[in-house]
Each structure stands twice: as C-alpha cells, then as structure tokens.
C-alpha cells in the first residue's frame, strides 16, 4: 500500500504563488505516473497536471503558463509551483500516483485564492 501526503496548501490572494508538496511512502522511480487534481465545491475531480515515468507532463488548459509540476525521485517527491493565482484556482488539490497500474491518491490540501 502507497501513501502519499501533500501539504503546501493555505490562503492566498489573487495573482500569488504556493507551491504544493507530495511525499510518497513508496520510490517514484517505478511508478506509472503522478499528478495533481484538484476538487471545487459542486465540481468534479479533474487534472490539473500529471508526469509520466519517462517525464513527459500535461497540463489542464487552464493553468498552463501559471503551473509547473515536477519531481524530486531523489526523496520521493511531487511538487507543483503554482504561481500567478486565481480564484477560480481554489480547490481541494490531491496528489495521485500510479504503481503497477494501482491508482493511489492522497488525502488532499486546501487551496484558497482570495480577490
């Protein structure tokens, strides 16, 4: 069983950064894929960004240019610098990683841009 913690979550105003973190309890260097997701309240669960195992990453339209995500395998971490914030960015992110095809997701970390 994966675990994985994200924290770097909190309450900022309109055009900041935060940068959230991920740690997994398992090595990323074997894992299918991980990426970020994210919850607004009556919304569905959607992508916000993902990386595969060979490194190749895909954002949601709608934070490209604003979001980067990236890894650290080193410590077994996933990252996204989120920078040039909106509103319409808050949400419940969640870490979620892929090992043996097994899909795992974190427990989530609040998000919140102010105007």
């Known amino acids: 069983q994966v675990q994985l913690v994200e924290s770097g979550g909190g309450l900022v105003q309109a055009g900041g950064s935060l940068r959230l973190s991920c740690a997994a309890s398992?090595?990323?260097?074997?894992?299918?894929?991980m990426g970020w997701y994210r919850q607004a309240p009556g919304n569905k669960r959607e992508l916000v960004a993902r990386?595969?195992?060979?490194?190749?990453?895909n954002y949601a339209d709608s934070v490209k240019g604003r979001f980067t995500i990236s890894r650290d395998s080193t410590k077994n971490a996933l990252y996204l610098q989120m920078n040039s914030l909106k509103r319409e960015d808050t949400a419940v992110y969640y870490c979620n990683g892929i090992w043996n095809y097994h899909n795992y997701w974190g427990q989530g970390t609040q998000v919140t841009v102010s105007s």
């Open positions: 990386i595969t195992f060979g490194g190749s990453t």
């Open positions: 398992a090595s990323i260097f074997t894992i299918n894929a």
